[in-house]
């Protein structure tokens, strides 16, 4: 293998295409496909070297997941034919984003979670992590999701997204995270209920712990948690100093300007400048 | 997780479905949902308990594979789209197969092989086998199928089916491996050519390594070899005294009765009974 097609991995973005961009979270099994479609052409138009992409389940992996109870863990034998179901819908969704992103000529190729990776109560414990480093060294771009895999403790679980994110982002060392959502940010106040909420625009990690109580939560039911459970995931990769950037990546453009580090509306947290971070 | 539901998996049957039979191998990109459809119901029937399905590519996989010259390796960055290509050709067979297998409420779930296998100069080096086993032992039935996947060496390499079947056999200990493709078994000369050709019913392994210039070659172009690179990967599982059956899969009931372990038309490979193997 020739070395100098080799991807400085030290730049590495991670994106999260949130479930509720990509599918129509209110009927099941909807996709979006006019967002996939745009999301896959900004992504190829923005040219970014280093990038791994990971997509939530909306309408697709959590109405199944539900039906079966399998993030309650193995309870009985009829949930086994739900965990192939729970996971077959999520590759119905990834295959349609797979195809977009290849459609664009994005060098992509999936990573199948339940395949390489074993959770236990809920936690990722084995993570079979070289093809994935390899693919990205080699300039390929990862595409990950959120997805029914086996437990060490409860028999199965779901293995969000948003776990994924951060996790690969520390093992990784990624530079930042953009999580692409359906809401332009983190606000004040819930928007949806109070008339008075204003978008922050940048926020450091111990300001985001205050305000914690009025972070809005995910207005259908989603099993990996909603807007709250995602921060909450992303805190450790936060310590870590990585910048995280929330922006509505169901408006055009967006995650466009996100991935070539454009001024974009939506939210940055950092670390923050007490413990040495620079403020964007 | 309750015990109870552990499958024994000392009983485990390996079934490859040939890429000749799930697909039309002379018109590209061609499922034979038909036969997709039959053989997910065969396996259903049948009801085998311990069972890992690997499937080939046929007209998806090889076409792609052979325009960017993927097992040929690395050569220039033009064949990193082309790898993509490959697996999402894969993929988009290995989905019409999960979806009828699953449609027949067959617990099944695919192991991606580029996810969790890194193959050395094509021979599989990397294998995160634990989801796998872990599957199997739930009662689910993994199914896997012939890859483009990283290469140690090379940078990228085809996986064969076979080099799975064969790998997945001897480090799981299977009980037998059923081959299904689209001829009646081995014969004493190429049937296609030779009229006074007769069916092998039963052979041994040192019997079949004398055969050996006699077996037919694949019609079409198949980047990992036809019937002869099949027996040739078959060779290892076979000295661990791994029954071999290969049968028509493009004949109704064949596989099923394969799967019942009933009297079948084929060709049955043992070790033999100079190494203690019992002949059938």
């Known amino acids: 293998m020739k070395e100098n097609i080799i991807t400085n991995i030290s730049k590495l973005t991670i994106l999260k295409l949130g479930g509720s961009v990509i599918t129509t979270k209110d009927s099941f099994f909807t996709p979006n496909k006019k967002a ?3 999301l896959a052409e900004e992504i190829a ?3 970014v070297k280093s990038l791994i ?4 389940g909306g309408s ?4 199944v997941a539900k039906q079966y109870k399998i993030n309650k863990g193995y309870k009985d034998s009829s949930q086994i034919i739900g965990f ?5 819908a999520m590759t119905t969704l990834n295959k349609l984003i797979m195809d977009s992103l290849i459609g664009q000529n994005i060098p992509a190729i999936e990573i199948q979670p339940s395949s390489c990776m074993i959770t236990k109560s809920g936690r990722i414990q084995v993570m079979e992590q070289r093809p994935l480093t390899k693919l990205l060294r080699m300039g390929f771009v990862p595409v990950l999701y959120g997805d029914a895999v086996l437990d060490a403790d409860t028999g199965f679980a779901i293995l969000s997204g948003d776990q994924l994110v951060s996790t690969l982002a520390i093992q990784l060392n990624a530079r930042h995270i953009i999580i692409g959502t359906d809401v332009d940010g983190i606000c004040t106040a819930d928007p949806k209920i109070d008339l008075s909420a204003k978008l922050i625009h940048h926020i450091s990690l111990s300001e985001l712990k205050k305000l914690q109580p009025n972070v809005g939560k995910a207005k259908v ?4 948690g909603g807007m709250f459970g995602k921060i909450i995931e992303l805190i450790p990769a936060i310590e ?3 910048k995280v950037i929330i922006v509505n990546a169901a408006k055009s453009n967006n995650v466009y300007k996100a991935l070539k580090g454009e001024k974009v509306v939506g ?3 950092n670390k923050g400048v007490e413990n040495g971070a620079k403020p964007n």
Do not use: A, M
Request: net charge positive; proline share 3%.
């Open 267 to 269: 939210t940055i947290i």
């Open 60 to 63: 697709f992996g959590h109405p």
């Open 221 to 224: 039911t989603d099993v990996t």
């Open 45 to 47: 138009r923005s040219d």
């Open 240 to 242: 870590q100093k990585i």
């Open 36 to 38: 996939i479609i745009r």
């Open 53 to 56: 992409i990971v997509h939530g």
């Open 84 to 88: 192939s179901k729970t996971h077959q």
